[in-house]
């Protein structure tokens, strides 16, 4: 028996154009999953979906669609089951940070004269919702809309990915903190819920990686070298180094296949020992 039982399921990937979620896509291809890849980059979509089907020889469909909004996530999910049929997988990944929604200090100096302005009361309220928005509601409104297949099969997997945020806030990044805890919440809720259908729900909590949403705050643009915050990065993670989308893939693995078959509602870190580390 393949207990992984992964070949010929469908899966839809959120964010799936962006830097960890085509690596995701790319693992499930290679396990004879039909992957749909699910951007609001409609060019980078494609070519995702185009680049697997080359390498893996297995079905796989860009998709332009906004994470925010039902109606286009329906009218994706009427193009994903008329191609592909039913779904069996929802990896919900896009999400990311702004600088809108970043303070520009770590902590507030209490002072007279502080410029508040850098602080918490700087935080603009609109770059608040959407970071909030698209990291919280574009796990729930894709879940809405998706998981409607796996419930009516009585099987099926969501996987949600959270970040290392979610267990300890990060300083400067209020809203992607609060969003990814409630990301996790939200995991274990809908495990709860759909425990008796069949579905399970669960969450990767990547470390820290390198990628386009998080380069403004560790790379210095004018060096190249890590920034301080970088560097903090490197001294709190054990093994003193960055993770590589790769080093999700295992995760994903087992969590979607039958592996796992008996495990929904965790949140499940892949960090070097981040979370596990005190600092002392
Ligand atoms: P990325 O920017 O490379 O990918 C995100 C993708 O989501 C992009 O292709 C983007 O076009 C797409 N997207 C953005 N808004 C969308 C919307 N409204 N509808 C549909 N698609 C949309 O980022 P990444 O670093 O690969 O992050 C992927 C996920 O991993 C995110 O949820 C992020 O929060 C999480 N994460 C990242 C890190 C890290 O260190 N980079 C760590 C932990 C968790």
């Known amino acids: 028996m393949n207990e992984l039982n992964l070949k010929d399921k469908v899966a839809v990937i959120t964010g799936g154009a962006g830097i960890i979620c085509s690596t995701l896509a790319r693992s499930l291809a290679a396990q004879g999953v039909k992957t749909v890849i699910l951007d609001l980059n409609r060019d980078a979509a494609h070519d995702v979906a185009k680049n697997i089907e080359k390498e893996f020889h297995v079905q796989s469909l860009g998709i332009s669609a906004n994470v925010l909004g039902k109606v286009s996530l329906e009218e994706a999910k009427r193009e994903v089951n008329s191609k592909f049929g039913t779904i069996d997988i929802l990896v919900n990944g896009a999400g990311g940070n702004s600088p809108s929604a970043t303070t520009k200090v770590e902590k507030m100096l209490g002072t007279e004269d502080e410029n508040l302005e850098e602080t918490f009361f700087g935080l603009q309220i609109e770059g608040f919702d959407k970071v909030f928005d698209l990291n919280f509601k574009g ?132 960090d070097g020992g981040f979370s596990a580390y005190s600092g002392v």
């Open 139 to 270: 796990t729930l409104i894709p879940s809405m809309v998706f998981a409607t297949d796996l419930v009516r099969k009585k099987s099926g997997v969501i996987i949600n990915i959270s970040s290392m945020n979610s267990y300890r806030p990060l300083t400067k990044i209020a809203a992607y903190s609060a969003s990814k805890a409630a990301v996790n919440n939200f995991t274990q809720w809908l495990a709860v819920h759909f425990s008796k259908t069949g579905v399970r729900v669960n969450a990767i909590a990547p470390g820290f990686l390198l990628t386009n949403q998080n380069r403004f705050l560790l790379i210095d643009e004018n060096t190249g070298e890590l920034t301080a915050r970088g560097k903090k990065i490197i001294n709190g993670t054990p093994m003193e180094r960055y993770c590589v989308p790769e080093e999700l893939t295992g995760t994903l693995i087992y969590l979607v296949s039958d592996l796992s078959k008996f495990v929904t509602g965790v949140v499940i870190p892949v």
